[in-house]
């Protein structure tokens, strides 16, 4: 399991293509997440220092084109290989250890959970849906919300940061970039299949329609 010594990253607002990635517990902005329209859509992410760590040019009909760093840009899918069977729920990609990392909970209705080929069973980062907590306590009852949140273990971030080729700042840096375009990607489908079942649910008002009103 995941310790208490987490790095806990809170999205502000919800939205994997437009934030903030906050330290959860001192507060701190640790990545800035914005996507430009001009010329093209495409979100960009850049640490604390201002420097850009990855960006990605949307496609409707083809994967992203991805540019992590100074590396040439490539498809997304080139990177993020999605897994055919069952439906799409597992996705991996190799991170700067050359080791290959595997998303897991990639289908509609399911929360991202990463696992490291070296422990297949705990997850070395998992994200946490925003979801509303009922106190019953005050007349009427009131809500909170908790925030979404990427929350990486303690042990792949731990270490001297001051370098910026420090192994487990790099590893982080992708743990949070492959989040990113995996959870823009899920909230896209689970829109789009809203949206049908919206249209199939609810049929065209049409003239005729008005007349038998």
Same mark, same amino acid.
């Given at each position: ?32 997440? @914005?996507?430009? @329209? ?54 991996? @990609?190799?991170? *700067?250890? *050359? ?115």
């Amino acid at each position: 399991m995941i310790t208490n010594s987490n790095l806990s990253l809170t999205l502000t607002p919800d939205n994997p293509s437009n934030c903030d990635l906050t330290d959860a517990e001192i507060g701190k902005v640790v990545y800035h997440v @914005f996507t430009v @329209f001009d010329p093209q859509t495409t979100t960009i992410v850049e640490n604390a220092a201002g420097e850009k760590i990855a960006s990605w040019e949307w496609s409707d009909v083809r994967s992203d084109v991805l540019t992590l760093g100074n590396a040439p840009p490539v498809s997304s899918s080139v990177w993020l290989k999605k897994s055919m069977v069952p439906f799409k729920d597992t996705v991996i @990609f190799t991170g *700067t250890d *050359t080791k290959t990392y595997k998303w897991k909970g990639n289908s509609l209705g399911s929360s991202l959970e990463l696992f490291s080929p070296d422990d297949k069973s705990s997850a070395i980062a998992r994200f946490t849906k925003s979801y509303r907590v009922k106190n019953q306590n005050t007349d009427p009852p009131t809500y909170t919300t908790t925030p979404s949140q990427l929350v990486i273990a303690g042990y792949v971030v731990s270490g001297d940061f001051s370098s910026p080729d420090h192994e487990a700042l790099r590893l982080q840096d992708l743990i949070v970039v492959s989040f990113l375009m995996l959870e823009k990607s899920k909230r896209a489908r689970d829109k789009s299949v809203t949206n049908r079942v919206n249209t199939i649910a609810h049929p065209s008002f049409t003239l005729s329609n008005a007349v038998a009103a």
